[in-house]
């Protein structure tokens, strides 16, 4: 099992800037890939970013791609995303999900362990 805790949502302007992070807890994350999602009122569950479980491959979704980076930290069992240039339609829970892997994986059906979520409201 992991248990994963996401923290550093909160409330930006337009063109500002939050980094948001993943505590993963339970069995070791080192040997599982991790993303980002996010959901906004009335809208579908949708792929942010992705990586592998060494971090040496990243994915990102084109509406986020420039302007979002995926990290992880594997010795403090931590994923990041840093994200630059908010938009007002950035707005939204962000959750954290992981699975076993050594690949990156884009489906919410693929990811096994999700994060509680942490809310971002971008203000324009």
């Known amino acids: 099992q992991v248990q994963l805790v996401e923290s550093g949502g909160g409330l930006v302007q337009a063109g500002g800037s939050l980094r948001l992070s993943c505590a993963a807890s339970g069995r070791t994350s080192s040997t599982y890939a991790m993303g980002w999602f996010r959901q906004a009122p009335g809208n579908e569950r949708e792929f942010v970013a992705a990586?592998?479980?060494?971090?040496?491959?990243?994915r990102y979704a084109d509406s986020v791609k420039g302007r979002f980076t995926i990290s992880r930290d594997n010795a403090k069992n931590t994923m990041y995303l840093q994200m630059n240039s908010l938009k007002p339609e950035d707005t939204a829970v962000y959750y954290c999900?992981?699975?076993?892997?050594?690949?990156?994986?884009?489906?919410?059906?693929?990811?096994?362990?999700w994060g509680q979520g942490t809310q971002v409201t971008v203000s324009s």
């Open positions: 990586i592998s479980a060494s971090g040496g491959i990243t």
């Open positions: 999900a992981a699975r076993r892997g050594s690949s990156w994986y884009f489906k919410t059906y693929e990811y096994e362990y």
